[in-house]
């Protein structure tokens, strides 16, 4: 039986319309830059944010789960790492043209939730916190 080498997921593969450097405005402003790792199975996002007066620098690393000897997994997770030293996971879903990113699980009630222009420049959106709070957000690529 010749096993067949694994492939990037589709739901992973979507993400592709991220790659490249944005501009975000709104509840924080700054940069991000998305950028395949070698054999694009994980994404990589580099942050460059403030937020209410404070730096919000990190790394994020974006992709499906795929343990030794398991199966990959079926959610696209992401752990994000801050210059604070600070970790977040997130799951993403990238459906037409609508962007959902959970903090902690899919279907959380913290989550961020964006569109994409018909042109694919700008992405706009907000975070939605429990309880109230959260923010506007628009990406725009530079």
């Known amino acids: 039986m010749i096993e067949t080498q694994p492939q990037p997921t589709p739901e992973l593969r979507a993400l592709d319309r991220l790659v490249g450097t944005w501009r975000v405005n709104g509840g924080a402003q700054g940069t991000v830059r998305y950028e395949w790792m070698a054999g694009r199975f994980f994404l990589l996002q580099h942050i460059d944010l403030a937020q209410d007066g404070q730096p919000v620098t990190g790394m994020e690393v974006i992709g499906n789960l795929r343990p030794f000897g398991e199966p990959t997994g ?6 994000y790492y801050d210059s ?5 996971d997130y799951v993403y879903d990238l459906t037409g043209d609508t962007l959902t990113i959970w903090a902690g699980a899919k279907d959380s009630p913290a989550y961020y939730r964006g569109t994409f222009d018909p042109a694919g420049v700008t992405v706009t959106g907000e975070w ?4 109230g709070g959260g923010y ?7």
């Open 74 to 79: 079926p959610d696209v997770v992401s752990r």
């Open 84 to 88: 604070v030293g600070r970790s977040f």
């Open 128 to 131: 939605v916190y429990p309880g």
């Open 136 to 142: 506007s957000s628009t990406m725009t690529r530079v």
